[in-house]
């Protein structure tokens, strides 16, 4: 959907981050794995050989107003958190085998030939493309052109059969508090310094961090967010956000990597990845 404002209407309800169904379990969809064990020098290690924001890149906000916790327990997140707010969750999962298998370097080494699926960064993200992962990461993951509309703007996120995948996953702790009625889906995704995916909303779920930092503003589900179903986080941040008064500004704060954010149901969300970020969700469908 292109033009017009969207304000308050539930078809700008979106699939989880990508636009794409939630699968089972047993099939969940992914973009990028690796089978290969991480060996040193793979450039697991800091970035991951994966490239910051650079100069000139988005600096995170001046202050995060979405909580910290760490050592939660279940019975503290379904009273205080599951249905009420979003909070970032600290050290619930140790992940490092999973960071040192998303290195740029041995993605690229074991499935830079395999075709990955890209979808457009707009609230509807309709439009697909299919190319090999090799070329996805060496000529289009760079940082957004923030004149670029989001439907002009590629994004790699969701899109491929979990079975091609799997050998990466099985390394992966996902969050440990599940929702009655819900079952896991994961999305993987790798995406350049400015991008991201204008708001909408869905389903309860998480999202971590691997290498990076991701920004994410948030409205509970009655507070609709001013926004252009076909402009980019980007856009929106220099474009709408300066003008927003103290009581319109969303609840926002910048992940850094091995930080999980969990966002309740029907939260509106907009991201914008800060540096080349390596992310996955875990969505409760």
């Not at 924001?53 to 279940?74: F, H, K, Q, S, W």
């Not at 790699?156 to 896991?184: Q, V």
Request: glycine share 10%; with cysteine.
């Amino acid at each position: 959907m292109a033009g017009g404002w969207a304000q308050g209407s539930r078809r700008a309800a979106r699939l989880p981050e990508g636009g794409r169904l939630m699968a089972p379990a047993s099939r969940l969809l992914a973009l990028w794995a690796l089978a290969a064990v991480a060996v040193p020098g793979s450039g697991a290690e800091g970035d991951g050989g994966w490239r910051p924001g650079g100069p000139g890149a988005v600096a995170e906000e001046e202050r995060c107003t979405v909580e910290r916790r760490a050592d939660l327990t279940y019975a503290e997140f379904v009273q205080q958190y599951a249905f009420v707010r979003p909070v970032i969750l600290q050290g619930l999962t140790d992940n490092s085998r999973f960071r040192a298998l998303c290195s740029r370097e041995r993605l690229l080494a074991s499935f830079g030939d395999r075709v990955v699926r890209l979808s457009t960064a707009n609230t509807y993200s309709y439009h697909k493309v299919d190319l090999p992962f090799q070329e996805y990461v060496e000529q289009l993951l760079h940082p957004q052109d923030p004149t670029s509309l989001g439907n002009d703007t590629l994004y790699f996120f969701g899109d491929n059969n979990f079975t091609e995948w799997a050998s990466l996953f099985r390394h992966y702790s996902p969050p440990p508090f599940g929702l009655l009625g819900t079952a896991p889906a994961y999305s993987f995704g790798i995406a350049g310094a400015g991008s991201g995916v204008p708001f909408h909303w869905h389903g309860p779920g998480y999202s971590e961090v691997i290498y990076g930092r991701k920004r994410w503003f948030l409205y509970p589900p009655e507070k609709t967010p001013e926004f252009h179903p076909n402009k980019t986080t980007l856009a929106w941040l220099r474009d709408t956000y300066p003008a927003l008064p103290p009581s319109a500004r969303p609840l926002e704060c910048t992940i850094r990597a091995g930080e999980v954010l969990y966002f309740p149901d029907r939260w509106w969300h907009a991201t914008l990845n800060l540096d080349t970020s390596v992310f996955i969700s875990t969505f409760l469908g």
